[in-house]
């Protein structure tokens, strides 16, 4: 099992940019993809971004595409998801994700290990 810390979140004016994290402990880090998922208020939560272990890899997806970027630290076991030119439609809470394969699917499931999620608010 392994441990999901988030943070990072806040609110912020359109336009503007936040750069989440996200700290894992109890399993070795490195070996595994790493990814975020987001959910609005009355909406299914959808993915957003991921990495691969060796960091060879990274998928996004076509809303965030161009605008987030993910990336990951072996060495302090985080990874972090830099938002920058946010939406109002990027309000959401932000959940980091972990023991999934993206190169498969991107749909999440209660199979996966996530974090307590942080609030992220764009103001228009």
């Known amino acids: 099992q392994v441990q999901l810390v988030e943070s990072g979140g806040g609110l912020v004016q359109a336009g503007g940019s936040l750069k989440l994290s996200c700290v894992a402990s109890g399993r070795a880090f490195s070996s595994y993809a790493m990814g975020w998922f987001r959910q609005a208020p009355g909406k299914e939560r959808e993915f957003v971004a991921a990495i691969s272990w060796s960091l060879t890899n990274t998928y996004y997806s076509d809303s965030v595409k161009g605008r987030f970027t993910i990336s990951r630290d072996n060495a302090k076991s985080t990874v972090y998801l830099q938002m920058n030119s946010l939406k109002p439609e990027d309000t959401a809470v932000y959940y980091c994700?972990?023991?999934?394969?993206?190169?498969?699917?991107?749909?999440?499931?209660?199979?996966?290990?996530w974090g307590q999620g942080t609030q992220v608010t764009v103001s228009s």
């Open positions: 994700a972990s023991n999934f394969h993206p190169e498969l699917t991107t749909r999440p499931s209660p199979s996966y290990d």
